[in-house]
């Protein structure tokens, strides 16, 4: 890594600039360079070629008629929504959720496929994902060609950079380069991340995580996911690659590993319950967390057993985060919230228990039943984010070699 590089440095600059106005905008220049602590100068320079290339947008602040009254009116920035248009992707086992945003973000158009997908190769998916970003631009009034680019947000091992999707439970095949696969089909610029790196996007944009650079998203759906926020870009391993929460080992037993998402997870809280009947068909449909919950409510013992052993073990598993990262707040997303009490309460009584005295009072916990278009809303993010030019990838930059 080369620290005084040049070109890095005006990359990370221009980003903290754009990040900048899209949080705070409509902004001033004075403002930036107080709030990114970058001289007038560098700031007037970016502000400039933003402006040049289309970027951001100028608003008058007083009536600029008026030339008899004091001062001038102020010139603030903001983003130009019709700067780019990307679409991000939610797929699913059950079923594949797009969304497609301005620059800024939001939400032009929206589209659900309810579809099995975990029932189908590859080929079928990615017929799938393109039939419905194709109708997702259509929808919106747009074409293929008004469209920069696309991400698919989806659960498993992912590798951000390669765009190959290590294991996935909605794939039969591994290792599959699926960004290369979209990328030929849209003849568009495909990206590929987990469904967890999505939605952490997404509440640092516009939820609960907006106010904060530093923060943890813990995904309890299909799989198990972790999102990890540091000074405001996502931490990725080697590659790009994506952290599957559900490997965490929490012991071991007779010899054996145990890892949180054979406590945890969907197969393990349903058990064999969710082969036979109603179950089995809430599952299909991908009810599954709905139909548990209720039969909780109504007694179901086994159940309830299992939502609480699943909250003990993933309050430890938040435990143990804190106790690494002191994040300031831990968001906890996903389909097993619908669970109910019985497992919220199960998972804050495990991590008050495990979490050390000294830090205790550090991390706040949020519970947020996230919809499917914020997830989707969230690959959006993702492929905004890259048009952003962030320089970082993992811990340090993402190509200066």
Same mark, same amino acid.
């Given at each position: 890594?080369?620290?005084?590089?040049?070109?890095?440095? @005006?990359?990370?600059?221009?980003?903290?600039?754009?990040?900048?106005?899209?949080? @705070?905008?409509?902004?001033?220049?004075?403002?930036?360079?107080?709030?990114?602590?970058?001289?007038?100068?560098?700031?007037?320079?970016?502000?400039?070629?933003?402006?040049?290339?289309?970027?951001?947008?100028?608003?008058?602040?007083?009536?600029?008629?008026?030339?008899?009254? @004091?001062?001038?009116?102020?010139?603030?920035?903001?983003?130009?929504?019709?700067?780019? @248009?990307?679409?991000?992707?939610?797929?699913?086992?059950?079923?594949?959720?797009?969304?497609?945003?301005?620059?800024?973000?939001?939400?032009?158009?929206?589209?659900?496929?309810?579809?099995?997908?975990?029932?189908?190769?590859?080929? &079928?998916?990615?017929?799938?994902?393109?039939?419905?970003?194709?109708?997702?631009? &259509?929808?919106?009034?747009?074409?293929?060609?008004?469209?920069?680019?696309?991400?698919?947000?989806?659960?498993?091992?992912?590798?951000?950079?390669?765009?190959?999707?290590?294991?996935?439970?909605?794939?039969?095949?591994?290792?599959?380069?699926?960004?290369?696969?979209?990328?030929?089909?849209?003849?568009?610029?495909?990206?590929?991340?987990?469904?967890?790196?999505?939605?952490?996007?997404?509440?640092?944009?516009?939820?609960?995580? %907006?106010?904060?650079?530093?923060?943890?998203?813990?995904?309890?759906?299909?799989?198990?996911?972790?999102?990890?926020?540091?000074?405001?870009?996502?931490?990725?391993?080697?590659?790009?690659?994506?952290?599957?929460?559900?490997?965490?080992?929490?012991?071991?037993?007779?010899?054996?590993?145990?890892?949180?998402?054979?406590?945890?997870?969907?197969?393990?809280?349903?058990?064999?319950?969710?082969?036979?009947?109603?179950?089995?068909?809430?599952?299909?449909?991908?009810?599954?967390?709905?139909?548990?919950?209720?039969?909780?409510?109504?007694?179901?013992?086994?159940?309830?057993?299992?939502? &609480? %052993?699943?909250?003990?073990?993933?309050?430890?598993?938040?435990?143990?985060?804190?106790?690494?990262?002191?994040?300031?707040?831990?968001?906890?997303?996903?389909?097993?919230?619908?669970?109910?009490?019985?497992?919220?309460?199960?998972?804050?009584?495990?991590?008050? %228990?495990?979490?050390? %005295?000294?830090?205790?009072?550090?991390?706040?916990?949020?519970?947020?039943?996230?919809?499917?278009?914020?997830?989707?809303?969230?690959?959006?993010? &993702?492929?905004?984010?890259?048009?952003?030019?962030?320089?970082?990838?993992?811990?340090?930059?993402?190509?200066?070699?």
């Amino acid at each position: 890594m080369k620290t005084a590089d040049p070109e890095l440095m @005006r990359a990370i600059n221009r980003f903290t600039v754009l990040d900048k106005i899209r949080r @705070r905008g409509p902004i001033s220049r004075v403002e930036i360079s107080e709030r990114s602590q970058l001289s007038s100068t560098t700031v007037s320079a970016i502000t400039g070629s933003l402006l040049d290339d289309g970027l951001i947008l100028t608003r008058h602040e007083g009536d600029i008629r008026n030339t008899a009254a @004091r001062g001038r009116p102020r010139v603030m920035l903001e983003l130009n929504p019709d700067a780019a @248009r990307v679409v991000g992707a939610k797929i699913a086992a059950n079923r594949i959720v797009f969304a497609l945003t301005d620059f800024r973000g939001e939400v032009l158009s929206q589209l659900t496929i309810p579809v099995r997908v975990d029932r189908l190769p590859i080929s &079928v998916i990615s017929d799938l994902v393109e039939d419905g970003v194709r109708r997702c631009v &259509v929808d919106a009034g747009l074409s293929l060609g008004d469209i920069d680019t696309v991400c698919l947000g989806l659960p498993g091992v992912v590798e951000h950079r390669t765009g190959k999707v290590r294991s996935s439970p909605i794939f039969r095949e591994t290792d599959v380069n699926f960004a290369a696969e979209m990328t030929s089909r849209l003849d568009l610029p495909a990206i590929v991340e987990s469904d967890a790196h999505a939605i952490a996007l997404a509440h640092h944009w516009f939820g609960h995580a %907006r106010d904060l650079d530093d923060f943890v998203i813990v995904s309890l759906e299909q799989t198990l996911g972790l999102g990890l926020m540091h000074s405001g870009q996502l931490f990725r391993g080697a590659g790009g690659l994506s952290h599957n929460l559900g490997d965490l080992v929490l012991g071991t037993a007779s010899d054996r590993i145990v890892r949180l998402a054979e406590i945890a997870g969907e197969s393990a809280i349903f058990g064999e319950q969710q082969t036979v009947g109603h179950f089995a068909e809430a599952v299909r449909l991908g009810r599954g967390m709905a139909h548990a919950q209720a039969l909780i409510s109504a007694d179901d013992s086994p159940l309830a057993e299992a939502a &609480v %052993r699943a909250g003990e073990a993933v309050g430890l598993a938040i435990a143990n985060i804190v106790t690494l990262f002191g994040p300031p707040r831990v968001i906890i997303v996903g389909s097993t919230l619908s669970l109910g009490e019985v497992f919220i309460d199960s998972l804050r009584s495990s991590y008050t %228990r495990a979490i050390p %005295r000294s830090i205790r009072e550090i991390a706040e916990l949020v519970f947020d039943a996230s919809p499917d278009e914020a997830w989707a809303q969230g690959a959006a993010i &993702v492929a905004l984010r890259e048009l952003y030019e962030s320089p970082w990838g993992t811990t340090g930059p993402a190509s200066s070699l």
